[in-house]
C-alpha cells in the first residue's frame, strides 16, 4: 500500500553532550519518510525554500522517496529549528522555532499524493495536518503525531485532527499534557474516546507502549551503548511502524501486526539515535534492521519464563 506524509521538512541545529551540528537536514517528515522507505513507496508533501538545494533532494530521492509535492517557495526560508539535549538524553529544550515556508503553506496534494492508502501527520501546525487529512477522504488509516508546542498554542485545533485519525504517536509527557490525566492508560482512554482507534506512547530510552480495544503491548527500546543524537527518534520510530504496516495487505492489519510494526519502529528508531540527524538512516540496509528486528524480538520473547 502506499503512503504520504506531511509534516516539516527542517534545517536543524542540534548541540548533544557529544557533539553538535550547526545546521544539518531534518524535520518530522524528512525522518519519517527515511525510516518508512525500507517497507513501502513513500510521498513527502511540504514546503521548503531557496536554501533547500540539490543535496538535501537527493537525501531523500536516494532512499526513493517521492518530492513531487515538496513546493519550493520562491524567495522563501525552509522551517528552521534549534535545540539542545541534556546529558540525560531524555530531556530537550528548544531554543528556536521558524515556521518560514510554513507561515503561509496551503496544502495542496497531487492526485497521487490524496489517493495513499496511509497517510501521516508527522508533527506541524494541526491546522495544516488536518487540511491534509481533509484532502485524503479514502486513506484506509492516518496517524499522527504532536508535540508540547502545539498542545499549548493550538489545543483546540489540535484536538479536531486528532478526532480525524485512527492511531496516535505522541510521547508520555505530550500524552499527559494533553489529557491532564496521571497515569499512561487513562491518558490512552481519553486520547480514545477523541477519536483514535489506538495510541501509541513513545517513552524515549524506555521504549513504547500501544493501547487499543485488545489491550496493551508495550516494548523496550533497543539497547544501545552509544546515543549520540535522539532527534528524529519519534518520526523514525513512527516511519518503521506505519511503514511496516503499509508492506502487510489491508486485511493482514490486526493486533500482531501493530506488536510487529512496534518492533520495526524501535529498531528504525535505534539507527536513527547512532548518529546525527539523518546520518546513520542513510546508509542502513534492509539487512542491518531485520537483523536487529530479530534481536529485538529474542531480547523480548518471554514465552520461556514460567507463567507462575
Ligand atoms: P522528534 O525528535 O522525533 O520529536 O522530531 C525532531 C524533528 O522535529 C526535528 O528534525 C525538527 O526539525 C522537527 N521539529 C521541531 N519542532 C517542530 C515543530 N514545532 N513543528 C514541526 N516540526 C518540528
Excluded at 536513527?272 to 546508509?283: D, I, L, P
Aim: hydrophobic share 40%; net charge negative.
Amino acid at each position: 500500500m502506499s503512503l504520504t506524509v506531511v509534516g516539516s521538512i527542517a534545517f536543524d541545529a542540534v548541540k548533544t553532550p557529544f557533539g553538535e551540528r550547526e545546521r544539518m537536514l531534518g524535520g518530522s517528515a524528512v525522518h519519517f519518510a527515511l525510516s518508512a522507505s525500507f517497507f513501502t513507496d513513500v510521498r513527502v508533501v511540504g514546503p521548503v525554500g531557496d536554501d533547500f538545494g540539490e543535496a538535501e533532494y537527493e537525501v531523500l530521492r536516494g532512499r526513493g522517496v517521492n518530492t513531487d509535492d515538496i513546493e519550493h517557495v520562491e524567495g522563501g526560508k525552509t522551517f528552521f529549528w534549534k535545540g539542545e539535549y541534556e546529558w540525560n538524553l531524555n530531556i530537550r529544550h528548544t531554543h528556536d522555532t521558524q515556521l518560514n515556508v510554513f507561515g503561509e503553506f496551503e496544502p495542496k496534494l497531487s492526485n497521487a499524493s490524496k489517493a495513499a492508502d496511509l497517510l501521516f501527520l508527522a508533527n506541524i501546525q494541526p491546522d495544516l495536518q488536518r487540511q491534509v487529512r481533509e484532502q485524503c477522504p479514502n486513506v484506509r488509516l492516518a496517524g499522527l503525531d504532536s508535540m508540547n508546542l502545539w498542545i499549548e498554542t493550538a489545543r483546540e485545533s489540535l484536538v479536531k485532527t486528532i478526532g480525524a485519525v485512527d492511531l496516535l504517536f505522541m510521547n508520555d509527557d505530550e500524552v499527559r499534557m494533553l489529557t491532564e490525566q496521571p497515569t499512561l492508560l487513562k491518558a490512552a482512554q481519553d486520547i480514545i474516546a477523541m477519536g483514535p482507534r489506538t495510541v501509541v506512547v513513545k517513552q524515549g530510552e524506555y521504549g513504547a507502549a500501544l493501547f487499543d480495544e485488545e489491550g496493551f503491548f508495550a516494548l523496550p527500546a533497543y539497547p544501545l551503548e552509544a546515543v549520540i543524537d535522539p532527534t528524529g527518534a519519534g518520526d523514525s520510530f513512527a516511519g518503521g511502524f506505519l511503514g511496516y504496516l503499509a508492506s502487510l495487505d489491508e486485511g493482514e492489519i490486526d493486533h500482531g501486526a501493530l506488536r510487529r510494526a512496534m518492533t520495526y519502529g524501535s529498531v528504525l528508531a535505534s539507527f536513527n539515535v547512532e548518529e546525527f540527524g539523518v546520518e546513520r538512516v542513510q546508509r542502513l540496509t534492509r539487512e542491518e534492521i531485520e537483523d536487529r528486528y530479530a534481536d529485538l524480538r529474542r531480547m523480548t520473547a518471554i514465552e520461556g519464563v514460567p507463567a507462575r
